[in-house]
């Protein structure tokens, strides 16, 4: 057995919750459900560390992660060899591990110096981990999280062998990964996929309608690559995506606002509202109108943004500030905060701001038996992302009630539709996530055989794929979804989701804003 091989194993089966214990890291802050994706990142960090398991200090100290000598940290789990390395100009002290056991544990304990605080939040994800080590100062290499994570999915896969399983990677072809199925016209909507990171650098097609071009769009270097648009007419429309010999087709239904008809599913909304504006109110206006700033916060704090601050102030606080780019970001179908603060007279924040449907910030609902469907993000006491738009929340509740009749009432022994997070009580940046910062996303627990849920990647075997493959389908029978990632390769090819990094373990799906009435 190689070197390489040797590592893999000992990494597929180490037991990471006794790990951290030993070594002193906070072992209940990092939940069960992210060990599987830390093996597999820092399994594609040692893989570009150690160029595979065959430098000097792999082979010569067991050292695959090119860990420094450092005390008091260090000892009892390595001794210090001074050596020389292509990427120091000197002769440096590096640890060396008497075994790959002692690596292993070598390795987290490396990460427990203070240099390294607050590493156990920053676990969700394996882009997360890397970019919190980066930004510590673990590599110098501008593109080291471009590195490891092009190196994930060969990660993976050695991983996956070990256990008897086989991943087919992600295909080097063009894939849309996130599109609207109907929008407004007039409204900017975002749309992404991935090509073949070979194709870093080139330019996406684009074209209307089969006639009209637009500007073309660069391929960044990890192969993802998105744009915004806006369709300024009504209509059925197709897009045409090209790199190469490549095309992908997409159809959107553009339509004219309040043009569309609630369901049964969706909430009552609040009602239509008029918010007279003679002027800006928002970020970098000068002489606010106090009458209109008090409208707006009164606005923003009946659809659930109470962070406003002082209803009878006229000051346009952080909070206020706060609560008008999430709203403006969620109307935009973001995932991230992205927005300027400011409500111009007249324009889509303002329309969006009076509108019926206008998105309203709330708790996402309880568990409910009745129809299968189990909050499990309100059961846990170390994080709380439980918050997001009424528009998810409805979406949450008509995927358990399809998923009940579809699967689970002619499937007794069925896991049950169960959601974990969605973003913090305010919204905005979260250490848990690169996205779920506007409630417009969800992470679902994937079902086990025998009724349970959570805990397993999708290669295990004791994964129901069976009820996963319904519980797709039910999401992606509402019209708001736009993306599901989760990476089984059996429901990939039947198009029920696709790929993306850190999603072995749970299906993330997002919606985009529905059509303003």
Known sequence: ???????????????????????????????????QHLKEVTLAQWLLESARATSHLAVNANNFAGLKWREPEMNGFA??????????????????????????KGYWRFLTRPHYKGVEEHTNTPQIFIEFLKNKGYAGDPHYVSKVMRLLPEAQQLLATTRGATITLVP????????????????????????????????????????????????????????????HEAGDRTMQISTGSQTVEINIKAVTAGNVQDTEEISKPLGSIVINLTKSVGLGVVNNNPGEVKAVKQRLRDLGYTWVGNLDSVTIDTGT???????????????????????DVNEFTHRWLQAANAPRWIAMPPSDPVIGFVNFERE??????????????????????????????????????????VSVPHGGDTPDHAGHETGLMCDVLLPKQGGSFGGINWFDANFDRS?????????????????????????????LCTFDHGHDNHIHFEINPPVRI
């Open 321 to 343: 500030v706060k609560a008008i780019k999430l709203f403006q970001s969620i109307i935009n179908g973001r995932s991230t905060i992205q927005a300027d603060g400011r409500i």
């Open 172 to 231: 080097a072809q063009l894939q849309v990964t996130r599109v609207p199925k109907e929008v407004e016209a007039g409204q900017n909507f975002r749309i992404a996929g991935v090509a073949s990171p070979q194709d870093k650098g080139k330019v996406l097609a684009i074209k209307i309608d089969n006639q009209f071009p637009a500007d073309g769009v660069p391929i960044g270097e990890d192969g993802k690559w998105l744009f915004d648009f806006v369709f």
């Open 79 to 104: 001794t210090a060899i001074n050596i020389k390395v292509p990427s120091e100009p000197e002769t440096v002290n590096f640890c060396k591990f008497e075994s790959l056991d002692n690596f292993i």
């Open 380 to 421: 846990q006491t170390h994080d709380n992302h439980d918050f997001g738009t009424h528009w998810l929340a409805d979406t949450i509740l008509a995927i358990a009630k399809d998923y009940q009749s579809s699967h689970r009432d002619s499937h007794a022994h069925a896991a049950p539709f169960v959601i974990n997070d």
């Open 1 to 35: 057995m190689s070197l390489l091989e040797q590592l893999v194993q000992k990494c597929a089966e180490a037991d990471l919750e006794l790990i951290f214990t030993k070594v002193g890291i906070k072992a209940e802050n990092i939940h069960a459900d992210n060990h």
């Open 467 to 495: 009820a996963t493959r319904a519980l797709l389908k039910s999401i992606h029978k509402q019209k708001l979804v736009r993306a599901v990632f989760f990476n089984d390769t059996i429901l990939r090819g039947e198009k």
